[in-house]
Every structure is written in C-alpha cells, then in structure tokens.
C-alpha cells in the first residue's frame, strides 16, 4: 500500500495551511479580476490612439500591456493585499472560526503566523517587481507610449532643461527632441557668482553614444576680470559635453526605467554634480523600498479589524478597509510632495506613511479580540 506523501514546513500546521491558502488566493484573484477590467477600461480609453497610429496587435499586448499591468500591480498591491485579508478573515469570523481556535488554546499573536507569511511572500515579489523588473517592463511601456500616444510624444524631454554639469558649470538646452536635436544651447561657466565664459549655439545635434555636441555656428563670450566683454563668432562646433542624454530627459520618467543599481548610481553622479533633482530620485529610491515593507503594516491592521463579528460583517470591514489603504495613499502621496519640494527630509517623508499606519495598527492590534 502507497502511503501518501505531503510536503511539509516546520511549524506549518495544517490551519495554517489552510490560511495561508486563503490568503494567497484571494489575493492572486483579485489581482487577476482587477487586471483584467484594468485592461478593457484602459483598451477602450486608446483605442482611437492604436487605430490612429496603427499600432499592431501584438505590441499593444506585448510591449504595452505586459509591460504595464506589473506596475499596476505593484502600485495596489497594499490594496489587494488589505481587501484579501479583509474579505476571508471577516468571513472566518462571521462563521465564528476565528473564536472556535481562539477558544481552542491558540493565541491571536499564532494566528497571525500564516497572515506574516503570506504578507512576507508578497512582500518579496513586490520588491522584486520594485528593483529589477518594473523598471525593465518600463522601459518598453515609456517607448510604446512615445510611439503610439499621440499627447505623449513631445512628452519626453522638458522644454526648458537647466543643468549643472560640473562645478562651476552650468548647461541651458531648449527644445530637444527624440531625433536627439536641440533648438538652442547655452554652456555657462562661472568665476564665483559671475559668468566667466559662455558658448551659444543653435540647431544643434548630439550624438548619444560619444556625448559630443555640434552645430555649424556658435557664439563664445568672455568677461576679463576688468567686466569687458569680449564676443566672437566661430563655425563647426564639435564639444565633448559632461552631460548624458537622458539627463535632458523628464527626471521622473526616467528614474522609473532604472533598476536600483543605476539609480544608485545616477543619483551619485548627480549629487556629484549639485544637480537639483536629487530630492526626485531619492523619493523613487526610498519609495522602492518604504512600499512593499507597508505589506506587513497593513496585514496586521486587516487582521486586527476584520477578526472581531461584528454586524454589517464583511461588507462594513471592506468598506472601513478600503478607506483605511486609500487613506494610506493619499497620505503616501502627500508626503512625496513635500519631500520633492525639500519641505521635510526625503527618508522621514517617504516613510511616514509607514510609521503612522504602524501606529494604528499597534492599536487595533491590541484591541483585538484574545
């Protein structure tokens, strides 16, 4: 006779098992749901954009929407994670199981070890997603939107780019575009608070492997330490600039394409630079990391709040739940504002949010039923 062989954890019993079951799938089958009616609404909103500019079939599934949903995902996935926990507990409370293992000699910190592992696996794949894949999907997504939104290709690069290439060193580009041209440039380097030298030119082009910039005409200008100037017109410019294409980009739209490494890396060399966007990138990189850590915060609230039979069951714990999560992004978006405008310190703004919602979820947790 065969005997039945099961795969087991240490300290995994079979309730838990069969939580964690829950949890997971409940929280796979609304993402899976939501996603889809997220795909139709979307598909609908540009359809006229794919007809337009005869984007095939195939890249609008493949290089679009593959690339989008994981983002998506990623963004709710606190939201999914709160309703998943919400729904099943508060239907494990309504048919009073929750106070039959209660009652049976399990203590409520015990029941909430399948709840941290099933937030500790989501938790993983929302870093994953976080610092290697989304920005890779990306990567794609940007380039299909550039090609076939139609108000999204002149979107790529601001109109009025002012950077600090190197101490001292100052670079003013006006109108680049995607053929990687330039209207108008100006390369400014100051002697203390005056401009020493400067270097004008128009209809530029560059090329973005080697970073060398040319033009037919150009215009440097000089201040001798009398304050005389001194002009002259010169031709055939061709300057090797220490500045990187995509710096010219939107700064946001581009952090978002950088896995953590290069975003590490950016956000060094541009603090090298004295770049003024360093708030921006430092928001992304902490965000990164601050965002899938909430998964724990907001477990143990959806657990503490939908553990208790209440009347109104399952509906009033969703209904108190989903403006509980929707509370926590708002205030996530708040405080990222006031990080990138400098009004507070971007790790303390960035994980606020966090630190509040733990705050609240020690309360619930402690009036939650023993």
């Known amino acids: 006779m065969k005997e039945r062989f099961e795969i087991s954890f240490p300290g995994v019993k079979i309730l838990d098992r069969y939580i964690l079951a829950k949890f997971l799938g409940t929280y796979v089958f609304a993402i899976a749901m939501i996603s ?23 890249a609008v599934f493949l290089d679009y929407y593959i690339n989008f949903i994981p983002d998506f995902v990623n963004q709710f996935s606190g939201l999914f994670t709160f309703i998943s926990v919400i729904f099943f507990t508060s239907k494990m409370a309504y048919q009073t199981e929750i106070i039959a293992m209660l009652s049976g000699g399990m203590s409520f910190r015990r029941l909430m070890w399948p709840y941290f ?86 209809d530029l082009s560059v090329d973005p492997a080697t970073g060398r910039w040319k033009a037919q005409r150009y215009i440097v200008r000089r201040t001798d330490g009398a304050g005389e100037e001194s002009f002259e017109q010169r031709r055939d410019l061709d300057t090797l600039i220490n500045l990187d294409v995509r710096e010219l980009g939107r700064v946001d739209r581009m952090a978002i394409t950088m896995k953590i490494g290069e975003l590490n890396r950016f956000i060094r ?52 739940g989903i403006a509980l999560c929707f509370s926590y992004i708002m205030f996530n978006r708040v405080f990222e504002e006031f990080a990138k405008s400098g009004s507070l310190p971007v790790w303390l703004a960035v994980w606020m949010p966090n630190m509040i919602f733990a705050v609240i979820a020690a309360y619930l947790y402690r009036k939650a039923p023993k």
């Not at 009616?37 to 095939?56: C, G, N, Q, S």
């Not at 108008?184 to 004008?200: F, P």
């Open 269 to 320: 060399q541009q603090r090298s630079k004295g770049s003024d966007s360093i708030n921006i990138l430092e928001v992304e990189r902490h965000s990164r990391f601050a965002y899938p850590m909430a998964t724990f915060i907001l477990t143990l609230i959806g657990v503490s709040l939908s553990s208790r039979k209440v009347r109104g069951g399952t509906g009033l714990h969703i209904g108190i």
């Open 36 to 58: 889809v009616i997220l795909v139709v609404f979307d598909y609908a909103e540009h359809v006229d954009d794919f007809t337009e500019m005869k984007a095939p079939l195939s």
């Open 117 to 202: 592992l099933g937030a500790l696996a989501i938790m993983l794949l929302s870093l994953s997603l976080n610092l290697w894949v989304i920005p890779q999907s990306q990567i794609s997504c940007v380039e299909f939107k550039q090609k076939y939104f139609r108000k999204e290709q002149n979107q790529q690069y601001d109109r009025h780019i002012y950077r600090q290439i190197e101490h001292g060193t100052f670079v003013y580009v006006r109108g680049f575009n995607r053929a990687n041209r330039a209207a108008y440039m100006v390369l400014e380097r100051y002697d203390g608070t005056e401009i020493a030298e400067s270097l004008e030119a128009s």
